[in-house]
C-alpha cells in the first residue's frame, strides 16, 4: 500500500527563522514553498522535507534526517566551513577519524539542528 508512495521526512523546530537560515544556508537545502507561517518545505534530491514548527522540537533523542553521500569527510568539512558543530559518540568498536565515526567501511557523522534535532551524513 505505501511502499509505492514517497515518504517525507519531518522535523519539528522552535524557531521558523533559525530553521530557515540553517537548513537553506547551512545545509544548502532549496525550500521549495512556505505552506502557512508554522511550515517549511524543502527540495533534497528527490525527497521533500516538511519542517513545521512545534512545542516538543528537539525531544528527539534519535537521529531525525540521514543524508547518504559520496564523500562523508568532503561534506563534513563543508558542512564546518559553514559554522555546523559535529557531535562525537562513543559506540562499540568505532573508530573516531576527526568528527567522522568509521564502523569498518562505514563513515557517519552526526550533528544537531538550532533546536538540538539529531541529523546525519552517512556513506552510500
Not at 523546530?13 to 533559525?18: F, M, Q, S
Request: no cysteine; charged share 25%; net charge negative.
Amino acid at each position: 500500500m505505501l511502499g509505492q508512495t514517497d515518504a517525507i521526512a519531518t522535523v519539528a523546530v522552535k524557531n521558523l527563522t533559525a530553521a530557515a537560515e540553517f537548513y537553506s544556508n547551512k545545509l544548502g537545502l532549496e525550500k521549495v514553498r512556505s505552506e502557512e507561517m508554522q511550515v517549511l518545505i524543502y527540495k533534497s534530491g528527490d525527497s521533500t522535507m516538511l519542517v513545521y514548527q512545534s512545542q516538543f522540537a528537539g525531544t528527539n533523542q534519535a537521529t531525525a534526517v540521514t543524508w547518504a553521500v559520496d564523500d562523508v569527510d568532503g561534506t563534513v568539512r563543508a558542512l564546518k566551513e559553514k559554522g555546523v558543530v559535529f557531535e562525537r559518540y562513543d559506540f562499540p568498536d568505532v573508530k573516531h577519524e576527526g568528527d567522522v565515526h568509521v564502523f569498518g567501511n562505514q563513515r557517519n557523522a552526526w550533528f544537531k539542528d538550532p533546536d538540538g534535532n539529531i541529523l546525519a551524513v552517512v556513506s552510500k
